[in-house]
């Protein structure tokens, strides 16, 4: 073990025993290494004649660059763009993004958490977490209604056991007691790391504020049962909230609630500010030691370093300016509104009598997305009846469960979405009353 990896385990073990304990073997020996980065960081600070250090090209004092592309950046400093972005991201982009933190979840105030490191977008953050939490045969508890990429990022590349439990009671609120149950079915291996993803994606589900004090309860049940618990909050949908439910991060109630609990909030400009493709992410851990905060960075530093090194220093230029803009409040809101009315024209279409006999509907509040329960067919069935004779799009999840992106439909067309689906059902109900009558 390179003896700087040794350094931040022996950091994390003197402040809390716990927290080395819930590190991957991987997560174990990472590190930030001293080389090239580290030494172009004094030079940049002290090199007043020459730096001949990083591997970029210069040319009268500037970021060498071709002029047909510089075109296309004609207000962007070439030094915003062309030079690498420190694996840990550009600093001031870091600043204001935990200011945001603040100010968005009230719950942070007077904790103690660490500046945001920036990834490429959300799943990438996923994708570190996992090389630092996750041990092979460890257990990602998750409930039955999640995205299924987390298969690959925990499942497949960590060899972790995903194990689920229902989203949703008799009553369509969050499941807090089989949430419980299988968080403290943990006990005997005394580790677990818990995903949250509110807005939930597939359903469009957030909780409310009852269920949110039973799942930091169980949460903290656990801790008291001594299971040490990676809380991994994805609020990749943040903002996104319709109704009265919780219109914060969790990671704000969690911070500093245990010292066997680690949250970690993993969230980005991609979703919440309609930047797809710039892949701008987050990833902030909570603790009350800095110490601790700062081995943590220097751990998810490593991983950024020795996968893709950094990230897009356009992106996150792109990013701080929009974030820093007098418009970006205001924008903001405006996109609100028309996903906010989008997501209430869908709740006052599917309320119509004349879907009942194809479908319910998983409860859903915030978000892109919404879920259809179909009475009777096959949801993949469905969906490719739909594609080939109606021309629509949709996510077979399951045998049942259809999920329906209300984001990218305008408010106008939601019926007629829905009634294209609803023929699409019934043509595939004829066919197998015929079928029958046939046989």
Known sequence: MNHLAKELNDNIKRENIYINEMLSKLGEYSYYPKGILSQSAEANKKAHRFNATIGIATENSTPMHFDHIQEQFRNYDPNDIYPYAPPSGKQTLREVWRSKLLKDN?????????????TNALTHGLSIVADLFVNADDSIILP????????????????????????????????VPAFKECLLNQKEKGKAIVLLNFPNNPTGYTPYQKEVEGIISALYEAAQNGINTVVILDD?????????????????????????????????ATKENYVWGLRVGFITYASESLTILDALEQKTKGIIRGTISSGSHLSQT???????S?????????????????????????????????????????G???????????????RLHLLEKYGVGTIAINDTDLRI???????????????????????????????????
């Open 368 to 382: 892109y997305f919404m879920c259809l329960k179909l009475h009777n067919v096959n949801a993949e069935t469905v």
């Open 236 to 268: 990749a949908y943040f903002g996104l909230f319709y109704e009265n439910s919780l219109r914060e991060s969790l990671f704000g109630q969690l911070a500093n609630l245990h010292e066997r609990i680690l949250p970690i909030k993993i969230d980005g």
């Open 318 to 324: 792109v990013i701080l300016n929009s974030l820093k």
């Open 106 to 118: 009230p719950s942070l105030q007077n904790k103690t958490f660490s500046l945001p490191l920036i």
């Open 326 to 366: 007098n418009e970006y409040l205001k924008e903001k809101q405006q996109k609100y509104e028309v996903m906010y009315a989008r997501a209430t024209k869908v709740k006052e279409v599917l309320n119509k009598e004349k879907y009942q006999k194809y479908w319910k509907y998983y409860p859903f509040n915030s």
């Open 405 to 439: 992106a209300f984001s990218c439909v305008e408010e106008e067309n939601i019926e007629e979405l829905f009634d294209l689906i609803g023929e699409g059902i019934k043509d595939l109900i004829k066919i197998s009353e015929v079928s029958a009558v046939n046989k």
């Open 144 to 175: 039955d209604k999640y995205w299924g990429n987390y298969n690959f990022i925990f499942e497949t590349r960590r060899e972790a056991n995903i194990l689920t439990y229902p989203l949703f009671d008799e009553f369509e609120k969050f499941n």
